[in-house]
Nanobody
Framework: QVQLVESGGGSVQAGDSLRLSCVAS????????MGWFRQAPGKEREFVAA????????DYADSVKGRFTISRDNNKSTVYLQMNSLKPEETAVYYC?????????????????????WGQGTQVTVSS
């Protein structure tokens, strides 16, 4: 069982930046593909960003490309989401997810059902 704990959320103004962190309680963190998702009130959870286990390969939702950056530090069992130029419509609870099912290692995953573990989420509120 892997526990994921997100932090770094908060209330900011449009155009501001935030850096989310997700710490995993896994000794084999470097084997997990990781992802970030978000869910706004009344909406379905949506993909934001993903990273493979080595950190070499990443993928992003079109809406965040060029503004958000996902990264990981396997020595710290932590994945990050740097969010720049935030918009009010990006107000949501942001979730970290981990996949430990067998995969090649070079893949990234963009669908929620591809992941096995989820954090409790961290609230991001962007005001105009």
């Amino acid at each position: 069982q892997v526990q994921l704990v997100e932090s770094g959320g908060g209330s900011v103004q449009a155009g501001d930046s935030l850096r989310l962190s997700c710490v995993a309680s896994a000794r084999t963190f470097n084997m997990y593909a990781m992802g970030w998702f978000r869910q706004a009130p009344g909406k379905e959870r949506e993909f934001v960003a993903a990273i493979n286990r080595s950190g070499v390969k990443t993928d992003y939702a079109d809406s965040v490309k060029g503004r958000f950056t996902i990264s990981r530090d396997n020595n710290k069992s932590t994945v990050y989401l740097q969010m720049n130029s935030l918009k009010p419509e990006e107000t949501a609870v942001y979730y970290c997810a981990a996949r430990d099912r067998l995969y090649t290692g070079s893949e990234v995953f963009t669908r929620s059902w591809d992941y096995d573990y989820w954090g409790q989420g961290t609230q991001v509120t962007v005001s105009s």
